[in-house]
């Protein structure tokens, strides 16, 4: 296996895909990948939410119904078996993120736990991790380039699936990233009821990439997409080459808000924008917060600097034992269609992290 940064024996070992073809062939391809690097077969689910999905996805995401055809060609299965040809899953409750738009880029963060599933999961039940073999939960992140022969082209960047994405640029000049948008009231499901109709949290960023070509495609688009959660929701940065930006969150109530600034950065971490408007009167941070809040004011007075240097003022402290590391830092140019990205490969010297070279990717035909 060739990786284009980092390997088995760091942190991070970041895989590659670029895919040409029908959106019936790139779902192939992404099936085949999935069978050669791991033991995932589509999970049975319920057949009135399998026909649900196919259906959601039919009318508002036709380009993933396509995918899923072909993925489940690969499979040896029938388009409409009952199972999820997606790994749906939410996001663990804790994990954070910072990003800025700044007129012209969009940079962000990602911040997130260094443990295995299983490991998390003891944490979360109050017991002390075992390492039990299995990688960490990110460490296996894709970069995807899809260059359907039908749709839009994009380049995108997935913590390990390859369903969704945490971030990503498309051919017209959308760009959008994923953040949790409350860590305090973030309340993962004791019970886990799998994939439902509409978007998964993973799948917002795919959707925007594969559906708009810019923030008015993207805003209806979210309007009229059926979202869940499971607990852990988050709110979405978009942008496009106009120099246009948005970040979109749901609220009490299902109510919906496009926070935008009229000039200067627009910045987000992992609270709800619209509930604290004002960045001067901000609370402070709680052993809950994850420091979201003065991560917010320092990427905001940084943000003249640019959006790397922004983003490195805020990339979570070395701190031996602590479960947690900024595993990557992306900057998106909309208007040269590109996604340049650092990844953390390991612990250096005397609290410092060891980074890849940044690699620049594009979205090309």
Known sequence: MTYIAGSPEDFLAVRQLTLRGTQAEIGHALAAEMKARTGWTPPPTDPIVARARRVWFERNWPQYAARTAGFAEAYGLAADAAVCFD????????????ALW??????????????S??????????????DDGTVPMASRPYVLTTIPDDGIASTSLSMSTV??????????GLVVA??????????????????????????????????????????????LAKQYAHGAPCHYIVADAS?????????????????????????????????????????????????????????????????RDALDAVSVAIEPGAPWRTL???????????????????DGDHGTARHSPELTFGVSR
């Open 243 to 307: 120099g246009r930006g948005f970040v979109y969150e749901r609220g009490a109530h299902d109510i919906e808000y496009f926070v935008e600034v009229a000039d200067g950065p627009l910045c987000v971490t992992n609270h709800p924008l619209h509930r604290y408007p004002d960045i001067d009167a901000l609370p402070e941070d709680t052993p809950e917060t994850m420091l979201t809040y003065q991560r917010l004011r320092t990427i905001t007075k940084e943000a003249e600097a640019g959006p």
């Open 163 to 172: 369903d969704g994405a945490m971030e990503g640029v498309n051919e017209a």
């Open 102 to 115: 700044t007129g012209s880029a969009l940079g962000r963060n990602y911040d997130f736990f260094t443990l």
């Open 117 to 130: 599933w299983s490991q998390l999961g003891a944490v979360m039940a109050g017991a002390e991790p075992v």
């Open 87 to 98: 790994n749906a899953t939410a996001l663990p409750a804790g994990s954070g993120c910072s």
């Open 178 to 223: 994923l953040l949790m948008a409350d860590l305090e009231a973030a309340t993962p499901l004791e019970h886990d009821p799998g994939p439902q109709a509409g978007l998964s949290v993973p799948q917002v960023c795919r959707y925007l990439l594969d559906t708009c070509e810019n923030v008015d495609e993207a805003k209806e688009a979210l309007m």
């Open 328 to 346: 990557w830092r992306s900057v998106l140019d909309p208007a040269a269609r590109t996604m340049s990205t650092r990844f953390y490969l390991g």
